[in-house]
């Protein structure tokens, strides 16, 4: 899933805080209730929901309610955006520094190329 | 690498902004000095001094100053740091779902384990 930027945005504040983290490692897994998000946290209610609500945001968690009990989930497809975004990045320098590597080989292996001294 | 919560506060937030996404998007091509780095940006330069000390303080980049030229590049371990959390927790979801839809096939084969109607 290609993530646009405002999402990626999102996404990536989302993840900028260890208790969202957190949150984050509870539901990898698997679902939970906000009451389940909450019991580990020494934190008042309307805080957890509001850090809910910025991972929702981003993307990263979605939620359905039954009755009177709101349900949190994994979105696995935002986490594969982010995953995506950051492994293109880091392939593209990687191959810089592999063809910097081999020019600099190059340059030491063939005396001629060599500048006079 | 295993960054730290609070590097990873740090990490995920450098990359919450376009401009600075844009800025590792130029760096994964090689190395750039702020001029260049500034150049594509309609931006005065403190403020892209102060994208680059977030990007810098989140250990997505690094510098080095020779003579007046500051020039900036990639550090690879801390996108790998990034791509390891996020994968982690993509891995664990789709494990817990792959339980739960092994665990649904087996209800459904097996009628004797149907609630009755």
Redesign the interface.
């Known amino acids: 899933m290609m993530l646009q930027?405002v999402d990626?945005?999102?996404a990536?504040?989302a993840?900028?805080?260890?208790t969202r983290?957190g949150m984050?490692?509870r539901?990898?897994?698997?679902p939970a209730s906000v009451k389940e998000l909450a019991a580990p946290l020494s934190m008042a209610l309307p805080s957890v929901m509001k850090h809910l609500r910025v991972l929702e945001a981003g993307g990263i968690v979605l939620s359905e309610k039954a009755g009177r009990v709101r349900t949190y989930h994994?979105e696995?497809a935002a986490?594969?955006g982010?995953?995506e975004?950051?492994?293109?990045?880091?392939a593209?320098?990687?191959r810089?520094?592999d063809r910097?590597e081999a020019y600099l080989t190059e340059e030491t292996e063939d005396p001629q190329q060599e500048p006079e001294k």
């Open positions: 930027s990626l945005d999102r990536f504040h993840l900028a805080d260890p983290r984050v490692d539901l990898a897994q698997g994994i696995p986490l594969a982010i995953e975004w950051v492994s293109r990045r880091k593209a320098w990687n810089q520094f910097l």
